[in-house]
Nanobody
């Protein structure tokens, strides 16, 4: 499966953005999909995950209550709605997928999309 992340941009603190991860090559229903991010000089960190068919979701504490991950299996996409953005959310955001229900590692990665939040 190939993944394409999009939707990044430059916004101000408090604004919202919606990232989208479009899958091609396979239907993504039976893939767990996650978003990760990597800020300059920092390690990549987990942001959110959604399991097969959206059965369950999980979030990093730093984004809980502000970000929402969702999937549209008919469109073969997984979105990340980001509200109340903070400057510390600035990073390159990546989507990843794996056939495991609760992946410990992800086999498929998309290219990143840059999110910049100004104060």
């Amino acid at each position: 499966v190939q993944l394409q992340a999009s939707g990044g941009g430059l916004v101000q603190a408090g604004d919202s953005l919606r990232l989208s991860c479009a899958a091609s090559g396979r239907t993504i229903g039976r893939y767990a999909v996650a978003w990760f991010r990597q800020a300059p000089g920092k390690e990549r960190e987990f942001v959110a995950r959604i399991t097969w068919y959206g059965a369950s979701t999980s979030y990093a504490d730093s984004v809980k209550g502000r970000f929402t991950i969702s999937r549209d299996n008919a469109k073969n996409t997984v979105d990340l709605q980001m509200n109340s953005l903070k400057p510390e959310d600035t990073a390159i955001y990546y989507c990843a997928a794996d056939t495991s229900y609760y992946p410990r590692a992800y086999a498929y990665w998309g290219q990143g999309t840059q999110v910049t939040v100004s104060s």
